[in-house]
């Protein structure tokens, strides 16, 4: 399985309408790939909390047009990244979009943890409340995004519901880069699954960007790992290595469940 992680540079010079155009042709250029990633909120930038609701769209808006029609053109299962989404009652939602490579949505999934704590994210937009999961020909993929990265039992979720790629757009800092790293391979180790972590680079609203997409195999190994500025970072993997590694080290059926904490 080939997929491609598209590490956009945004640049707050460039005007919305115009990255959208230009990431849908960078899209486009991965034909013959099998699936496409883009990061979290690379319509606007993770951090310019400002332009949440004003460029906030609903899932049938301009992006999702300009999306759909990339996947359909370029063939491919593309992971859209997310997109300040503006529901009917007006809550605003950190929301991903994957589409099929004849260009239908093929799911849709709200960011459950919001970054920010008292500001930003956690207070412009509403929470998500549900794992979501997309088969693939090739492999299952269950989706999560960013700050969700911190919080395994996300993932544990996911893998209970036939998870073995965990695809993961993202807006990291760039202060907390060891953090992205570390994170992503412990995701892998723990669910015994494929990480693709794809972030961005750039300065979204002052706050410099991590980049350094990257992929991890089910033993924690790094298949590839990109810079800190835009850059496609492709890469082959085995979705079957998934299955393997979870017969040989068969360490997720010694799980222990509904373990309580001591009385005191």
């Not at 509403?126 to 979501?132: D, N």
């Not at 999961?133 to 544990?156: K, N, Q, W």
């Not at 800092?173 to 892998?188: S, V």
Request: charged share 25%; proline share 5%.
């Amino acid at each position: 399985m080939r997929a491609s992680l598209i590490q956009i540079g945004v640049d707050e010079g460039e005007s919305v309408d115009s990255r959208r155009r230009r990431v849908a042709s960078l899209v486009r250029d991965q034909a013959g790939v099998d699936l496409v990633v883009l990061p979290e909120l690379w319509s606007t930038g993770a951090f310019a909390y400002e332009a949440f609701g004003t460029e906030a769209e609903s899932l049938e808006g301009p992006t999702f047009e300009a999306m759909a029609k990339a996947a359909n053109g370029a063939g491919v299962w593309l992971h859209a990244g997310s997109i300040p989404e503006r529901a009917a009652d007006g809550t605003l939602y950190n929301t991903s979009l994957v589409f099929s490579p004849d260009g239908e949505l093929a799911a849709t999934y709200r960011k459950i943890h919001r970054f920010g704590f008292d500001k930003g994210e956690a207070v412009l937009m509403g929470a998500g409340t549900e794992l979501v999961t997309v088969r693939l020909p090739e492999t299952t993929i269950g989706l999560a995004t960013c700050y969700d990265l911190r919080f395994p039992e996300l993932f544990r979720g996911l893998v209970d519901a036939g998870a073995q790629t965990l695809v993961i757009p993202a807006g990291w800092p760039e202060r907390r880069r060891a953090h992205w790293t570390l994170l992503a391979q412990a995701r892998a180790v723990e669910n015994q699954s494929y990480v693709l972590a794809c972030g961005t680079g750039g300065t979204h609203a002052g706050v410099p960007q991590a980049g350094h997409s990257i992929v991890v195999d089910p033993w924690g190994e790094v298949l590839a790992e990109a810079g800190d500025g835009e850059e496609i970072l492709t890469v082959e993997f085995d979705p079957a290595k998934v299955g393997v590694t979870r017969e040989q080290f068969p360490a997720l059926k010694d799980r222990v469940l509904g373990v309580q904490a001591p009385r005191r």
